[in-house]
């Protein structure tokens, strides 16, 4: 009788090692993390505010700058298209004379003076009178060891129209003025030789009239070249000698027009 064969062991069953996924099983989804609000310097979060707010600041200062641009605009349109029509120019002037009652050196060097003068205005505007308000006029005259005294005077207003001419007249004087003796001989045979070389300076202030309507003044000053003084008769009147002499105009006083 055959004999069976004996039964063969059970296998015994492995452990699945640490972190073992089956390959066959569904993909697992990573577990979700409750984000935690994040807080903000201050800083930033004001940085924040301000961006999603309108800036009215700066909106303001747009319209300002616009406005001023146009307004500058506008002005310079305005004002080339009144140069155009009216051609505005700069009057010209001229000493025209010299006169004095009275110029005495004494012996011990005293300087006595009375000078008159005349400047003449010449307005080439057609279409712009000038006015000329109250000014101070200087004199003094040439010397070799530099300009002599001889006084100052005022000058009034006036007005001048288109393409007419119009006067300053200056009355200045000094008296007992103590000159250097050699200056004072100078003086003294210029006067009763060739003449002694007077310089006249004005500064008045000149404006425009236009239709009827003053606009405002500018400092002006006059600076005439000098014009030769010599005495004339035998009352010791002086006067001058020669033609007009041309006048330099500076605008604001420092700047030369001519």
């Known amino acids: 009788m055959a004999t069976k064969p004996p039964p063969m062991a059970a296998k015994p069953v492995l452990q699945?090692?640490?972190g073992y996924r089956d390959p066959g099983a569904p993909p697992l989804k990573p577990p979700q993390q409750l984000r935690r609000p994040t807080h903000l310097p201050p800083s930033f979060r004001h940085a924040g505010k301000s961006r999603r707010q309108p800036n009215y600041r700066r909106s303001i200062c747009c319209c300002i700058l616009f406005f001023l641009l146009c307004t500058i605009l506008l002005l310079s349109i305005g004002a080339a298209l009144g140069y155009l029509y009216y051609q505005p120019r700069f009057p010209s002037f001229h000493l025209q004379s010299l006169n004095s009652t009275m110029l005495r050196v004494g012996s011990s060097g005293s300087l006595d003076v009375a000078i008159s003068a005349k400047i003449l205005a010449w307005n080439p505007n057609t279409k712009i009178g000038i006015v000329f308000g109250d000014g101070v006029g200087h004199v003094t005259a040439e010397d070799q060891d530099g300009d002599v005294e001889l006084g100052d005077g005022q000058i009034m207003g006036f007005y001048v129209r288109e393409k007419s001419a119009g006067t300053m007249m200056l009355q200045a004087g000094e008296s007992g003025v103590?000159?250097?003796d050699a200056v004072a001989q100078r003086m003294?045979?210029?006067?009763?030789?060739?003449g002694v070389k007077v310089k006249v300076?004005?500064?008045?202030?000149?404006?425009?009239?236009v239709k009827g309507k003053n606009m405002w003044k500018v400092p002006l000053k006059v600076s005439c070249s000098p014009m030769r003084l010599k005495v004339v008769?035998?009352?010791g009147g002086g006067a001058s000698v020669g033609?007009?002499?041309?006048c330099q105009v500076y605008l604001f006083r420092w700047f030369n027009i001519n």
């Open 243 to 246: 033609g007009m002499v041309k």
């Open 201 to 209: 300076e004005v500064a008045v202030g000149m404006g425009v009239r």
């Open 178 to 180: 103590l000159l250097d």
């Open 16 to 18: 699945k090692p640490p």
């Open 233 to 235: 008769g035998k009352k």
């Open 188 to 194: 003294r045979n210029g006067y009763k030789g060739s």
